[in-house]
């Protein structure tokens, strides 16, 4: 059996034969933007708050649900019509690299992130209002919330109300994983099984792509994945255990199903990048004929995966009264 990676989603990238290997890293134990426990508690309320859907029929927790990982579980996410990208989950997103988000990187913030989804159609804004009108119909109902309203200083404004559920969002971290302990000096983090995993992982070019703290180079690549060819982004590989199915579109359910595709693919590896057969565009990412994992080191590599996931994170959801 042939494998190009266990890592889930897409573990290669086009990286030149000199270019410097990012050393895998621990997460840094808090963000870089600070922000007061109040406004972290008022974007965690907006967040579940269905008022930000046009038809106040969804919320972002719709699909950013914190029993699943701050994922949905679902192959792709669900709102007024099914969507085409599995839900990424939002733990850890204060560390996406150059801040980039969404599976294409079209955006650069967790603010202008937020945006995107209450925008569209067939996410929160559904048939109640024209896309030019949601963020003005927004913006007039949460002002006649009277704790929004004194929240944000008698005046609400999107942008406001973007850098408060971006500031809840940077609050969701797991920098306390058994792999964080041991990057920090508890060489007993890990069992033996684990530590043989993540050199497997390194030598093997893994972490060519899968690199730094977030496990991740955040660029776009071609590796064929089920459904579609194109590039998307190397997704980090922190807490897979709580955000199955895999891949862009959740086509792959299990790592399993994983390790069937990787193995399938080495075959066209062979066939167009070995072979020099270009028919299919755009082109599989080079970089994936020089990776060298092999069967037997399967286990060893579940084992290091299993230990960049943290079991306990912050779940908490707040309680609405009153009428909304």
Request: proline share 7%.
């Amino acid at each position: 059996m042939r494998l190009a990676a266990l890592f889930v989603i897409a573990l290669v990238c086009p990286v030149v034969a000199d270019e410097p290997v990012v050393p895998l890293a621990a997460l840094p134990l808090s963000t870089e933007h600070a922000a007061l426990a109040v406004e972290i508690e008022l974007g965690r309320e907006l967040f579940f708050d269905p008022v930000l859907s046009a038809t106040k029929a969804t919320s972002c927790a719709t699909c950013h649900q914190p029993q699943l990982g701050w994922a949905d579980g679902r192959e792709t996410g669900l709102g007024f019509a099914p969507l085409a990208r599995n839900t990424p989950t939002i733990l850890n997103t204060a560390f996406n690299a150059d801040g980039v988000m969404f599976w294409d990187n079209r955006e650069r913030t967790l603010e202008a992130q937020v945006l995107h989804p209450i925008r569209a159609r067939d996410e929160m804004r559904g048939d109640a209002c024209e896309e030019g009108e949601v963020v003005e119909l927004i913006v007039l109902r949460v002002q006649a919330i009277e704790r929004y309203r004194t929240a944000m200083g008698g005046t609400v404004t999107m942008p406001k109300i973007a850098r408060a559920i971006a500031a809840f969002e940077r609050s969701l971290v797991t920098p306390d994983t058994p792999f964080d302990r041991f990057m920090r000096g508890d060489k007993s983090a890990l069992t033996p099984h684990q530590q043989r995993g993540m050199k497997v992982f390194e030598e093997s070019g893994c972490i060519r792509c899968h690199g730094g703290p977030m496990l991740s180079d955040y660029k776009l690549h071609v590796v064929a994945a089920p459904g579609e060819r194109q590039a998307f982004r190397t997704p980090s590989l922190r807490n897979l255990r709580h955000t199955a199915p895999y891949m862009h579109n959740g086509r792959l359910r299990t790592l399993d199903e994983v390790l069937l595709f990787y193995e399938q693919l080495m075959d066209e590896v062979s066939e167009t990048l070995e072979g020099g057969d270009a028919a299919a565009q755009p082109p599989l990412d080079p970089l994936l004929k020089h990776l060298s994992v092999k069967p037997g080191d399967f286990l060893d590599l579940k084992a290091f995966l299993e230990s960049l996931s943290a079991d306990r994170y912050d779940q908490r959801a707040p309680v609405f009264n009153g009428q909304r």
